[in-house]
């Protein structure tokens, strides 16, 4: 760690997230890797909550290198600017808030990494005490049937692997070269890694483990990935680079979802076979996520998860596809009011 008092800074910008910062912030108080090793910078969004008051208290106890900065409510990425400004440490770490570290996160970084490296991310797992619904839509993420294999989290992966912002790191050197993360209230971390890889380097995948509790609510996941499929086309006029042919699956998935009901209700004793398959093959997922998980709760939310991730992610893409590629209009954003209700 030459010329660098940490080996990682650990940044973790957050808005009226007390409850979860709290697991956060313990699940770092127990982590194998010396606490000589890193650092923590929590980038406050501008929250209304009690959120500041707790932190105070932990930088008192003295269990972590903790440090704590507030800004205007500007969104996640200029607070993880704003806490790449004061980190000290060789690599800088992201993680967001509604998450907990394994207590072998950092130690899986420190290991792996025996020599410099650009950039570098790991996977997001659920806990067996996570809800349900947090599991089904685990499984919906991660799976390869659904989209694990698209969003390059499955170990077969089927296109360019991006490191998210809940779980990746990067060289401060790098951050130097390519400047902080963007403007874009989703997909920013998609943006900042293709800037790195455009630079020649290499995205390392680590095994280093953050537990990432997701939506609690159909509702919630629907906006999440509604903004997510507008955040692809979002990425496609920054640079076209950013968009692959596979990312246009769920699209023509909710495009023949759409196309098959309107048929089914003009020849249904023709097309209710299909249905029929189309449900087993829910049902079989379900299946599989009970023996995953050691769940059987997850069998009665998986069925609807699934659909509404290919549904939401579809309709958000598509929308933006055609305001902002065929007709040529202004950036959409999705979701902003009320995102996380």
Same mark, same amino acid.
């Given at each position: 760690m030459t010329?660098?008092?940490?080996?990682?800074?650990v940044i973790v910008p957050t808005y009226n997230r007390l409850d979860e910062i709290r697991e956060l912030l313990f699940s770092l108080e127990k982590q194998t890797l010396?606490?000589?090793?890193? +650092?923590?910078?929590? @980038? $406050?969004?501008? #929250?209304? $909550?009690? %959120? +500041?008051?707790?932190?105070?208290?932990?930088?008192?106890?003295?269990?972590?290198?903790? #440090?704590?900065?507030?800004? $205007?409510?500007?969104?996640?990425?200029p607070a993880r600017n704003t806490g790449m400004e004061f980190a000290k440490a060789e690599y800088y770490v992201f993680v967001d808030s509604d998450c907990i570290a394994d207590e072998n996160?950092?130690?899986?970084?420190?290991? %792996?990494? %025996? +020599?410099? @490296?650009?950039?570098?991310?790991?996977?997001?797992? @659920?806990? #067996?005490?996570? #809800?349900?619904?947090?599991?089904?839509i685990d499984y919906s993420m991660t799976s390869f049937i659904t989209t694990g294999g698209i969003r390059g989290s499955s170990k077969k992966k089927i296109s360019k692997y991006y490191p998210r912002s809940f779980n990746m790191g990067v060289h401060a050197d790098v951050v130097k070269k390519i400047g902080g993360f963007g403007t874009l209230r989703h997909g920013q971390d998609i943006e900042f890694t293709h800037r790195i890889r455009s630079q020649g380097k290499t995205i390392k995948v680590i095994d280093a483990v953050i537990f990432h509790k997701r939506r609690t609510s159909l509702w919630r996941f629907f906006k999440q990935v509604y903004n997510w499929g507008v955040a692809r086309i979002n990425l496609y006029k920054i640079d076209n680079g950013m968009l692959e042919p596979i990312h246009f699956f769920p699209f023509l998935g909710t495009s023949s979802i759409f196309t098959f009901l309107i048929c089914l209700a003009i020849w249904p004793s023709v097309l209710w076979p299909v249905l029929v398959v189309g449900v087993g093959a829910l049902l079989l997922m379900a299946i599989h996520g009970i023996?995953?998980?050691? $769940?059987?709760? @997850?069998?009665?939310?998986?069925?609807? =998860? =699934?659909?509404?991730?290919?549904?939401?992610?579809?309709?958000?893409?598509?929308?933006?596809?055609?305001?902002?590629?065929?007709?040529?209009?202004? +950036?959409? %954003?999705?979701?902003?009011?009320?995102?996380?209700?």
């Open positions: 010329n660098f008092p940490y080996r990682f800074s010396s606490k000589d090793a890193f +650092e923590v910078i929590i @980038v $406050d969004d501008g #929250s209304t $909550d009690a %959120t +500041e008051d707790f932190i105070n208290e932990l930088i008192k106890k003295g269990s972590l290198n903790l #440090s704590f900065y507030k800004q $205007d409510h500007k969104g996640p990425g996160w950092l130690k899986a970084y420190d290991k %792996t990494i %025996t +020599e410099p @490296v650009a950039g570098f991310g790991g996977p997001d797992k @659920v806990r #067996s005490d996570f #809800s349900p619904m947090q599991k089904a023996f995953k998980y050691k $769940d059987i709760r @997850v069998f009665f939310y998986i069925p609807f =998860v =699934v659909p509404i991730q290919i549904l939401g992610y579809g309709l958000g893409f598509g929308g933006a596809l055609i305001r902002r590629v065929i007709f040529g209009g202004r +950036e959409k %954003t999705g979701f902003v009011k009320n995102y996380y209700k």
